[in-house]
């Protein structure tokens, strides 16, 4: 096992935006040389009963970038610990550990994209595709004084979906917002859009 | 076990099950015994006694089996892994709803419980969690029947 005379990376952090979780770290400045770095895991049920148990993230082990998507490395709401080593040649650094366990269920969740289109009289709606985890609450509202809102909701994104036959000369307004039932959280609404639809409206 | 609404993402566990089950149980010698054997204990388990069936078999797994089993090959280990956090976090949600007196025991789900420690207790160590990695779909399986109706509540 190589000798640990490389400084060990620093500055390790967590980003983590709508399930997609990035591990990122400073670099070890050796001139001319590339550095290799190696991440590695375990997740509570390691920590609690096998805390020799380390196990190599799945794209990162190694890698020479300077940080590492370890989101198919947490599939469980439970908090994990994070490590990582700079290795050249036989010198490998020591290993540089995540100051605080991350947990999944703090993933900062974001409006979701979407786009709102009038198919003839048809209300259609388009959102951004998160993946298999996310659901979509839609909610859908002809504006006018008293206008009852409408709820849909949509999984997966990515698929328009039409959402309602709108009357004549109207307005319909919609807004979405998304929901992650593995750690039972919703995102803020979107900003409303609104469509319009051509024609006279009818008479009441 | 509808009470006990555990957001589980079940897809994720089988999908990690699916990805050890062929490795596993090739390396289970004795096919002709079963830990979980499902004509006796589990299936007869009433909507009564789920969640505390549920509970018990979490315990089985957490405190024994994914201990006693040691797996040297990475990937099978990451999927391992993954069940066991898995299977760490619905212990928790299942510990929630206990504290509201969700999750009764009664003595039928004791004695499923029995048996199937019982069954461990009569192998070898390693290969009686072997055996029982390799029966997990038959618990996933059962989970899956009990939670219908609540994954999209």
New interface residues.
């Given amino acids: 096992d190589g000798v640990a005379v490389l400084p060990a990376p620093q500055n390790i952090s967590v980003q983590s935006t709508n399930m997609k979780h990035v591990l990122t770290w400073s670099p070890v400045m050796v001139p001319e040389e590339i550095v290799y770095y190696s991440v590695e895991y ?5 920590s ?3 805390s020799h ?1 380390w ?2 993230s ?1 794209w990162c082990s190694p890698t020479t970038g300077l940080e590492c998507d370890i989101t198919d ?1 947490i ?4 908090p994990y610990n994070l490590r990582v080593r700079a290795t050249l040649g036989s010198q490998t650094s020591a290993w540089s550990t995540l100051k605080h366990p991350f947990n999944r269920n703090s993933t900062t969740l974001i409006p979701p994209g979407m786009e709102v289109t009038k198919d003839g009289f048809h209300l259609v709606i388009k959102l951004e595709d998160l993946g ?2 996310f659901e979509f609450f839609v909610a859908y509202w002809r504006r006018e004084p008293g206008a009852k809102e409408h709820v849909k909701v949509v999984r997966p994104g990515g698929i328009p979906m039409h959402l309602e036959t709108m009357e004549p000369g109207a307005t319909y307004c919609v807004k979405a917002r998304t929901f992650v ?4 959280r919703y995102s803020a609404f979107s900003q409303a859009e609104c469509v319009k639809v051509q024609g006279e409206s009818l008479p009441l | 076990l509808r009470r006990c609404l555990i957001s589980i993402d079940m897809h994720r566990i089988e999908e990690s099950f699916r990805g050890i089950k062929k490795a596993i149980q090739a390396k289970d010698t004795m096919q002709n015994v079963t830990i979980l054997s499902p004509s006796e204990s589990l299936h007869s388990i009433k909507p009564l006694d789920a969640c505390c069936m549920t509970k018990n078999l979490l315990a089985f797994y957490v405190d024994r089996v994914f201990k006693d089993h040691q797996e040297l090959d990475p990937q099978l280990l990451r999927k391992i892994s993954s069940i066991a956090n898995s299977f760490l976090y619905m212990q928790k949600t299942l510990q929630q709803c206990h504290e509201q007196r969700l999750c009764h025991c009664r003595q039928e789900a004791t004695n499923a419980t029995r048996i199937i420690h019982d069954n461990y207790d009569q192998l070898e160590v390693r290969s009686a969690a072997i055996k029982s990695l390799g029966e997990l779909d038959i618990f996933l399986a059962w989970i899956d029947k009990n939670h219908q109706g609540t994954s999209d509540a």
């Fill in positions: 375990q997740g509570e049920y390691e609690l009963y096998m148990i196990i190599p799945n490395d599939t469980a709401t439970v298999p985890q039932k593995a750690i039972g």
